[in-house]
């Protein structure tokens, strides 16, 4: 059974900064990736930015230098720090895990925290 806790958010003025956290209960040999998406009202969720297994990220052009995901391998938690915010990163966040269906497996799933929600003020 897979869980995502997630936690930070809140409300910030431009130009400042944001802390995301999301940890992950489930088996660990399954993990592929954790991440952070996002969705803005009237847009589709898009993704923020995302670490794999092995230790690359992927980062959304537009939070590139301003964005930056890391890792706590010992309690398999993602962090998200937001820095540099701007009006137009406000959305709901949700932490995603992508998670092998069985260790040999090709296929995974994708699981979704609830939501937490950024508000960047001008």
């Known amino acids: 059974q897979v869980q995502l806790e997630e936690s930070g958010g809140g409300l910030v003025q431009a130009g400042g900064s944001l802390r995301l956290s999301c940890s992950y209960s489930?088996?660990?040999?399954?993990?592929?990736?954790m991440g952070w998406f996002r969705q803005a009202p009237g847009k589709q969720r898009e993704l923020v930015a995302r670490?794999?297994?092995?230790?690359?990220?992927d980062y959304a052009d537009s939070v590139k230098g301003r964005f930056t995901i890391s890792r706590d391998n010992a309690k398999v938690t993602v962090y998200l720090q937001m820095n540099s915010l701007k009006p137009e990163d406000t959305a709901v966040y949700y932490c995603?895990?992508?998670?092998?269906?069985?260790?040999?497996?090709?296929?995974?799933?994708?699981?979704w925290g609830q939501g937490t929600q950024v508000t960047v003020s001008s």
């Open positions: 995603n895990a992508r998670v092998k269906i069985a260790d040999q497996s090709p296929y995974a799933n994708d699981y």
């Open positions: 489930g088996r660990i040999s399954r993990l592929i990736a």
């Open positions: 670490i794999f297994s092995g230790g690359n990220t």
